[in-house]
């Protein structure tokens, strides 16, 4: 469980690799935080149409 | 206990909420763990250098993108079979996050084809099917909203989802059936295997992307009930309050 790197700057540059590896694990990042806020759109966006057609019945 | 109970609409909507936070939770400590071992505690690759680490997104989204596929398909075969409700609501929630795990694994495969193959994209079976993939879960989404009566989308895009199945299999052998520069499967205990870090971490990533998945289908789940029975009482009393 030791950690296999001698430095962060040894972890950041990826032995060369640095621009693949990274474009990998940032996607996952932004794919993550994408979702997040599709997720909580779309429910506020439910909620409002309930809110809605609520406020129509009353006018009614 | 009454099996049936949780398969209303209503009641499922509060059960989802109180579940879906501890699938995250799951899923954030299990991608912790399995970050660490990935990216701080595995060694080197012998033969590619660091960027076989790419592996510790790769295989767990390409495996749940075939997985959620699967569990779609079946939510979509009760769906048609029993006319429940719930279960084409569930397949429509798992869809997206099936499609981003499908997106994940091929954009990940780019990037690690590169390096290792000298090409983000070939069109060779494995990589080709997985991309295939991708528009059934596309062509899903599309289908299942092109209906002024969400019923008839439901069964519409349940019938392509099942057709789509075939791909499963496809996708899943095509390392063996065809000759592809994607290499076959890593994950057996004879021989060379992995580097029991690497496997673990890939295990544990895997383990976090299944909670990851499960939480985000039933948020995104909640959100088509209120879709759909906005205009039922128990909904209508929710905000309300």
Known sequence: MTIWWKSWSDFWAMGGQAFFVWMSFGALLVAIVVEMLSLRLRRKRALDAIEEERDLETEN | MNWFYFSSP???????????????????????????LGLLVAPTDAQQGEVYRVIFIHVPTAWMSMFLYFVMACYCG????????????MARAIAPTGALMTFLALWTGAFWGRPTWGTYWVWDARLTSELVLLFLYFGYMALANAFEDPRRGDRAAALLALIGVVNLPIIYFSVQWW?????????????????????TGMLVMSASAWMYAIGATLVRVRSVILERERRTAWVRSLGAA
């Open chain 2, 179 to 199: 000759n592809t520069l994607h290499q076959g499967s890593s994950v057996s205990f004879k021989g060379t295997s992995m580097h029991v870090t690497m496997l």
């Open chain 2, 78 to 89: 009760l769906s048609l079979v029993f006319n429940t409700r719930l279960s084409a609501m």
């Open chain 2, 10 to 36: 209503s009641t499922f909507y509060g059960l989802a909420g109180r579940l879906a936070p501890w699938f995250f939770v799951a899923a954030a400590l299990l991608a912790a763990w399995g970050l660490y």
